[in-house]
């Protein structure tokens, strides 16, 4: 009986020796993905802060053409992600008071030039290129060849007045655009 217990034992050693070298791992692999689209945000937002710009005028109507840099720039945190151009946009084709046409011997109008830098690109627009405009005046695009991060620096320069300011509130809104390509 003995023999027949160590025969046995040897073989249940055997079939569990095989049963190991016969085990099999099972694997699944898992494929990870992502997608980035193109976009361009200032301080992590589609649309920044707005900025203020104030044009000085005297007490005789002249208007002071002082380069004047907009409150808030340079605006840090720029970036786009991928190739773009940047566009200057005065959305009223000057800065404008509410009359509609001025008497004669008066303007309405204080027109500006701006420039716009960011990613080595400079951007302009110049109010007095199109004395008609009562909408949007749009500036060149300025290309931007790859991703860019950081501060975009903006300059206007108010020009002389040829006649005299009529009285009133004047504004515009100046648009800096960064596209994406």
């Known amino acids: 009986m003995r023999s027949f217990l160590k025969f046995a034992a040897i073989a249940a050693l055997a079939l569990v020796g095989a049963g190991s070298a016969n085990a099999q791992t099972a694997t699944q692999d898992i494929t990870i993905t992502a997608t980035v689209t193109k976009a361009c945000t200032v301080n992590n937002a589609v649309a920044g802060t707005a900025g203020t710009a104030v044009i000085p005028v005297s007490l005789a109507g002249a208007v002071t053409t002082t380069p004047i840099t907009p409150v808030g720039s340079p605006f840090a945190n720029v970036v786009c992600n991928a190739p773009s151009n940047i566009q200057l946009t005065s959305l009223s084709?000057?800065?404008?008071?509410?009359?509609?046409?001025?008497?004669?011997?008066?303007?309405?109008?204080?027109?500006?030039?701006?420039?716009?830098?960011?990613?080595?690109?400079?951007?302009?627009?110049?109010?007095?290129?199109?004395?008609?405009?009562?909408?949007?005046?749009?500036?060149?695009?300025?290309?931007?060849?790859?991703?860019?991060?950081?501060?975009?620096?903006?300059?206007?320069?108010?020009?002389?007045?040829?006649?005299?300011?009529?009285?009133?509130?004047?504004?515009?809104?100046?648009?800096?655009?960064?596209?994406?390509?």
């Open 93 to 181: 084709g000057g800065v404008r008071n509410g009359v509609g046409v001025a008497p004669s011997g008066f303007t309405n109008i204080i027109d500006y030039s701006a420039t716009a830098t960011w990613g080595g690109a400079i951007a302009t627009v110049d109010t007095v290129t199109d004395p008609a405009a009562a909408g949007n005046e749009s500036g060149a695009l300025a290309p931007i060849a790859a991703a860019n991060a950081g501060a975009l620096s903006v300059l206007i320069t108010p020009q002389t007045n040829a006649l005299p300011l009529v009285i009133g509130s004047y504004a515009d809104t100046l648009r800096v655009s960064i596209i994406p390509q």
